[in-house]
């Protein structure tokens, strides 16, 4: 399924290349759409019940693939009833293919895969890898099989450790395989083709003994043996294995590795011998003693006595090859130096003491086209006749022709094996394992022998598969041409040609010199090309045609440019009329893409010995050279190029010498044309004849254009015209017109043509408002700024203040660059840029370095064959000058967005570095310290001459103190590209025409100067105003004041209606409008990552116009200095949450308050203790300094976040204050009580009395917005506000009333603080208002410090009738005890009466 998405993406993908009919778009869309879901619908899934070894696995992965499967199938049947587009639907289609070739790998693949080796003795060569999945057999479908199971494929074997990463391949093998079970082994009879054979061999050794050949000098070696020599073999010892039978007798067969010429494999071929003479020093000359001899001095026949090979032909007579280092005579002359009896070097001047010379004589031969029969190849002498094969010694290479130094040889045995008939070809896997021979002697020492079969490929069997003849092909390969090739040498070119292979024939185009886009427009013949097998076979899988281009170098190895597959078309009938058609393939310089091929093949099968019905042969281009024949070559239309070539930029050094000269060619379609040269580039870089017309023969389909190459030359001294740059074009449809259509417009820049427009409208920016004017405008500066039009312009409406409500104008935001944004086209109406470049392409890099800048444009329409027909208007006319010009440029910062972290903590400290040309502004002393987020707001005015000085490059560099600054990321402007642009993208075009005010016009020209220009550019009328100035007509239509300014605020900025209206008519005419534009900045370090967004915009104004209008001021906003005060008077109704020693309910109360993002200002009161009901006094100021943006309603805060911290790092806030209520607690933490949060933006109002103040005043504060815009007031507006406030706290996520407060809030402005000062608590300055000690109650005391207090209002209050009940008691105790004592004195006294 993969396989035929594949094929059918291919095809769509060609159709939408070659611009084909929408029908024929569509039909081919709708193919593959339904070719999908028949395929879904016929291949489902195999159920997994009932399969061994099953595991959840397995169950997961079927899950996975129905549900993927039905996924594409869904989306498939959705696209073929609603897709509307073709394009669109392309990136779908192939996400299915991605989706269903990943669905397809097994992740429990446990089946190892197939290694082919290439062997070179014991060494491993090369190598190929073969998934076991791709040529396994199953019994389930004929789809469940392997893609290749069975079936004949083209394998590319590689190097192992292959340092060049695929470059170079060592071979390219065609095989046929087949995997499965060995219970299904008799299914491979049906995939078998040919029959298959096996011949046993063995090798009969002889020595030469005294002259004489025989078995008596062996040493070591058997009569008989292995290929070895090492193992003894006899002819009776070998036993055929099961289902095998013997076919034929022993038969001496030669080594066909042996036999091999030096021809094989080719269609031409050079014979060559060297005739050789000898003298003494200053002798005549003689023939040697070997008078003709090889390359290397071995003896060879005369040229009389070499016979033209069977299936050859002379095409010369033999002669001397000149084309050497050799005299006009051909000889070369050396001298020998003993021992050696043969020069070792040759020279082609002849000097006295040599002694020997040498001739090479050549005679080139041809292939016949008729074809050999298989007799008349063995009929060809195949060295000795006796079969032996000969080596000097025993373990050295064996050769076929007998030398005199031989002393042993040997010849092979072999004898034939077949397949029985009721096996048929399976049989072929009896053999595993059981061939060998009966070798259990035991040698003279007892040792057993080991087996055959042990040795690594000594006794492997040859399994050869016969069939009974080959089928005969033509094949034609159509060479068209190539592009975008590697730079492989230093001139930036390559001299590419393509060596063209296909099985075992191969062929080579021509080599076209200095060029990386070749077009060859050659056709390769094969005319025999032999192929065994099913034709059927050969047409559903193809052998495939390698193309590999090389780089033609006059000294050393040509080096590879890339490989290239191409499927030829098989024909199995040669009188078919279909033809092949020329397709781009990709060209891959191991696994890089090095360029495209545009080729195609035809295979035809040879029903005719002569060749009769095949294809008319091409029309020769030269000798030997066939061109492309029609119906497959492009179809060609005369076409005409016009060619704007502006100029030269930052033309980099040649050789250590400046590009002073230059001159461009232009190639195209085999035609070539030069501008005028620039005669000093850096006085102007632009050439000074502009328009270059040619006429060309292109294909008429888009696909088939040829590249435009552009080469930059350098005139220099003595008449030397180095190639400095270059540089290839390849899609020109984006340069294709209608020149019938085109308007002139495309050609001109309205800004360069306003630099010769009449000048006697200047524009009187003076200010000459009334003083009451001035101050309304000082008045609105302060809530209104240019910040206040950007946050609008993003959507932030809570930052732009009551800028909105004004009706003043917005910035256009791009969030992209705005060459990127699709209206503007790159700003390259007037010219593109076109890198060039220079040098070879290296290994890691894919293209060479850049080295210049082209500035041009390119137009292509058709043309007429008619020469009666009047040429269509030229497209490039009205150039505006091009000569240097001297401007204004306005580089407005705003800020950037996501900047790459330079420092440990994960910030960075940016600031902007500015170059233009030769200036450089580094703006090192306004960094933003400790932020990825800076807002810059700065402005840069420099002055420059472009278009010397085009590029500016903007930069954001990292601060660092003790170490050199880090680049974040730059961007670069074309600022030329915007001066050109006819999208007028040098300075944005405002909403409204504003005289005055922070949206002031800041353009050289009135909008009813520009518009008239713009009109006179564009060929219309000019625009006709009306008296009043609100009706203006343009273009044939009426544009009045009205329709655009209607339900819009008018202030008092604007500027008179005829310039209002004509500035209205221009932001309907395409033009850039006043904008800022996000740029990327990028880092050379990681080209391709993005370091952060800058958002800005650059003004551009030529000094010829005049002074363009002042600038805007983008200064960040400075935050105004205010404080705070709040005067704690009361609270109530405050929780007691302590309980005293007499078990009364109190709390110590105190206040304390901080505006957040400022809590090191954290301040409180005093305490009221023993607050026994809740109520507090204290008369207790808190006052906050903070600093406040009124615009954004912020508060800034500046603090450093540690103590080792450089710089402080600023935070915005909102201006909120919190108050909390806390018990104070001397042995223990306080306890916290309630809290307040006010917004000083949005004030909850507060209560008059306490008993109003409730708890659903902070509740609707958390409430929706439309309950707090009706009664929250700003404490900025309102300045001072007095009044109760509820505290709460929070429980398991209820809110409760914790106490009220009564406070006075009042906000003063720095000025206002000096001039009524106050301090804190009540410390000096008591003022504003003075507050007075609170008057506490009594019993609001703490009692470790005041125990007489104590006593009296803790103890005695409470207790005091405990107190009088004990005194009480206490007395008549004591009376009592006072009376029991003297009781008995009394009574006793009273008894005796002593007295008496």
């Known amino acids: 399924m993969t396989d035929r998405l594949q094929s059918h993406i291919c095809s769509l993908k060609t159709a939408l290349l070659a611009k084909v009919s929408d029908t024929r778009l569509a039909e081919i869309w709708l193919k593959l759409v339904n070719q999908v879901i028949e395929d879904l619908d016929s291949n489902p899934v195999p159920e997994l019940e009932g399969k061994a070894n099953l595991t959840s696995l397995d169950i997961q992965i079927r899950k996975m693939r129905v549900s993927a499967l039905k996924f594409i199938k869904d989306s498939a049947v959705r696209m073929r009833e609603e897709a509307t587009d073709v394009k669109t639907t392309l990136m779908e289609i192939e996400n299915w293919l991605e989706r269903m070739t990943g669905l397809g790998d097994e992740p429990q693949n446990s089946m190892p895969d197939v290694i082919i080796w290439m062997l070179r003795g014991e060494k491993r060569v090369a190598y190929a890898r073969i998934p076991a999945h791709r040529i396994m057999y199953s019994t389930t479908s004929e789809q469940a099989c392997g893609k290749y199971c069975g079936k004949t494929q083209t394998i590319f074997m590689q190097y192992p450790m292959d340092k060049t990463k695929g470059i170079k391949l060592p071979v390219q093998l065609r095989v046929n395989m087949w995997f499965g079970l060995s219970a299904h082994e008799n299914k491979f009879n049906s995939f078998a083709e040919g029959t298959f054979s096996v011949f046993t061999e063995m090798y009969e050794n002889q020595a030469l003994v005294f002259g004489k050949w025989g078995t008596t000098g062996l040493v070591g070696r058997h009569k008989t043996s292995d290929v070895t020599g090492k193992i003894k073999l006899k002819r009776e010892s070998f036993m055929p294995p099961k289902g095998w039978e013997w076919e034929e007798d022993w038969f001496v067969d030669p080594e066909r590795s042996l036999l091999t010429e030096a021809d094989a494999g080719h ?579 894919e293209d060479p370095s850049v080295v210049g800048e082209f500035k041009g444009l390119f137009k292509i329409y058709p043309l007429s064959d008619d020469p009666g027909v009047p040429a269509p208007p030229r497209q490039f006319r009205e150039l505006p000058d091009s000569g240097p010009q001297e401007c204004i440029v306005r580089i407005y910062i705003i800020r950037a967005i996501d900047l790459q972290p330079k420092d440990n903590n994960g910030l960075c400290d940016p600031y902007i570095k500015i170059a233009l040309g030769k200036k450089v502004v580094e703006d090192r002393d306004h960094y933003i310290p400790n932020t990825v987020n800076p807002v810059f707001g700065r402005m840069f005015e420099l002055t420059c001459f472009i278009p010397q000085e085009k590029d500016l490059k903007i930069s954001v560099y990292d601060y660092d103190l003790m170490s050199r600054d880090e680049k974040v990321g730059e961007t670069v402007i074309d600022l030329e590209n915007r001066l050109l642009s006819r999208f007028g993208s040098y300075c944005g075009i405002p909403q409204t025409y504003c005289t005055s005010g922070i949206n002031q016009w800041r353009d050289q020209m009135k909008p009813s100067q520009i518009l008239q220009n713009l009109s006179r550019l564009r060929g219309i009328p000019p625009p006709v105003p009306a008296e009043n100035g609100k009706t203006l007509s343009h273009a044939g239509r009426e544009y009045t004041l009205d329709e655009f300014e209607a339900n819009k605020e008018i202030h008092q900025h604007l500027g008179p209606p005829n310039e209002r209206l004509a500035l209205h008519v221009l932001r309907t005419q395409g033009l850039v409008p006043e904008h800022v534009e996000s740029r990327t900045l990028y880092s050379s370090f990681q080209p391709t990552l993005s370091q952060g967004i800058l958002q800005m915009w650059v003004d551009i104004f030529p000094k010829s116009l005049g002074l363009p209008g002042p600038p805007l001021d983008i200064t960040p906003r400075k935050p105004k200095k205010f404080f705070l005060r709040v005067i704690i008077w009361n609270t109530t109704e405050v929780i007691l949450d302590e309980t005293s020693i007499t078990g ?144 709460m706290s929070e429980v398991d996520g209820k809110r409760t009333l914790t106490g009220k407060v009564e406070m006075t809030l009042e906000i003063v402005t720095e000025k206002e603080a000096e001039e009524r000062p106050a301090g804190k608590g009540r410390d000096e300055p008591n003022m504003n208002p003075k507050l007075d000690p609170p008057n506490r109650p009594e019993t609001s005391f703490f009692w470790f410090t005041n125990p007489c207090k104590t006593m009296k209002f803790i103890v005695w209050r409470r207790f005091k009738w405990v107190f009088i009940g004990i005194i009480i008691l206490i007395l008549v105790l004591l009376f009592l005890g006072i009376l029991f004592y003297s009781l008995p004195n009394y009574i006793s006294m009273k008894i005796v009466k002593p007295f008496q």
Request: aromatic share 10%.
């Open 267 to 845: 269609t031409e071929f050079t014979d060559e011998v060297f005739q050789n003479e000898t003298r003494y020093p200053g002798g005549e000359w003689k023939p040697a003693e070997e008078p003709y001899t090889d390359v290397n001095g071995e003896k060879a026949q005369s040229p009389s006595q070499i016979e033209c090979p069977p299936g050859w032909k002379w095409e010369e007579a033999w002669s001397f090859d000149i084309n050497r280092a050799v005299d006009e005579n051909g000889w070369e002359y050396g001298i020998t130096i003993p021992p050696d009896s043969k020069p070792k070097s040759w020279v082609p001047a002849e000097k006295m003491y040599h002694t020997h010379r040498r001739k090479r004589m050549v005679r080139p031969r041809k292939k016949e086209s008729k074809a050999i029969t298989p007799s008349e190849k063995m009929a060809a002498p195949l060295g000795d006749p006796e079969g032996w094969e000969y080596s000097s010694l025993i373990g050295w290479k064996f050769h076929r022709m007998q030398r005199s130094t031989d002393t042993f040889r040997r010849r092979r045995w072999r004898k034939k094996m077949a397949p029985s008939d009721r096996l048929g070809a399976a049989a072929i896997f009896k053999l595993e394992g059981a061939l060998g021979t009966d070798i259990s002697d035991v040698d003279e020492k007892g040792k057993s022998k080991d087996s055959a079969t042990t040795m690594f490929g000594a006794n492997t069997p040859t399994v050869s598969c016969n069939f009974d003849k080959p089928f005969v092909y033509h094949l034609r390969v159509y060479v068209y041409q190539a592009r975008n090739l590697l730079a492989l040498d230093k001139d930036s070119f390559s001299d590419p040609y393509a060596h063209v292979s296909f099985l075992h024939l191969s062929k080579t185009t021509e080599t076209i010199p200095a060029t990386l886009n070749p077009t060859w427009d050659q056709t390769l013949i094969f005319n025999t090309v032999e192929i065994y097998g099913d034709p059927q076979a050969v047409a559903q899988n193809p052998p495939n045609v390698v193309f590999e281009l090389f780089d033609k170098d006059q000294v050393g190895k040509d080096e590879p440019l890339g490989r290239s597959v191409c499927p030829p078309l098989v024909k199995l009938n040669p009188e078919t009329g279909v033809s092949p058609r020329l397709l781009w393939y990709p060209i891959m310089h191991g696994d890089k893409k090095s360029g495209d091929l545009l080729v195609a093949a035809e295979l035809i099968m040879k029903d005719k010995p002569d060749g009769s019905n095949l294809p008319i042969v091409p029309p020769k281009r030269a000798a030997k050279l066939y061109m492309v024949p029609q119906g497959i070559r492009p179809v060609v239309q005369l076409t005409g190029i016009e060619i704007l070539t502006w100029g030269l930029r930052n033309m980099k050094n040649f050789q250590l010498a400046a590009v002073s000269s230059p001159s461009l060619i232009v190639e195209f379609g085999g035609e070539v044309v030069q501008s005028a040269v620039i005669k000093n580039i850096r006085k102007n870089p632009n050439f000074p004849g502009s328009v270059l017309f040619f006429k060309v023969l292109l294909p008429k389909e888009e696909m088939y254009t040829p590249p435009i190459v552009i080469k930059v030359i350098d005139h220099r001294p003595f008449g030397r015209k180095p190639i400095v740059g270059q540089c290839t074009i390849d899609s020109l449809e984006v340069f294709r017109c209608d020149p019938y259509t085109t308007r002139a417009e495309v050609a001109m820049s309205s800004k360069v043509a306003l630099m010769a427009a009449p000048r006697d409208v200047a524009i009187d920016m003076e200010d000459r408002r009334p003083l009451l004017e001035t101050q309304q405008a000082e008045r609105e500066k302060e809530t209104v700024d240019w910040w206040s039009k950007f946050y609008s312009s993003l959507g932030e409406h809570e930052k732009c203040g009551p800028y909105l409500q004004k009706g003043y104008d917005t910035l256009k935001i791009f969030r992209t660059e705005l060459e990127n944004v699709p209206e503007y086209k790159g700003l390259t109406d007037f010219c593109d840029t076109f890198k060039l470049y220079r040098g070879k392409s290296g290994e890691d890099d």
């Open 1144 to 1287: 009364e309910d109190m709390s110590d109360i105190y206040v304390k308050g901080w505006m957040p993002g400022m809590e090191e200002n954290k301040q409180k009161t005093d305490v009221h203790f023993r607050s026994l009901d809740g109520d507090g006094n204290f008369n207790w100021r808190f006052v906050y300094p903070f600093e406040y943006l009124p615009a954004e309603q912020l508060c800034l805060v500046s603090r450093k976040e540690h103590f080792w911290s450089l710089d402080k790092s600023e935070f915005r806030t909102p201006a909120k204050l919190i108050i909390q209520i806390w018990d104070n607690d001397k042995f223990s933490l306080d306890d916290y009580l309630g809290t307040l949060e006010l917004d000083l933006n949005k004030l909850t109002p507060p209560a008059k009395t306490p008993q109003k103040c409730l708890l659903e005043r902070i509740t609707d504060i958390k409430g929706p917005a439309s309950h707090k815009s009706s009664q929250d007031t700003s404490l900025f507006t309102q300045k001072s506000v007095r009044g109760w406030w509820p505290c």
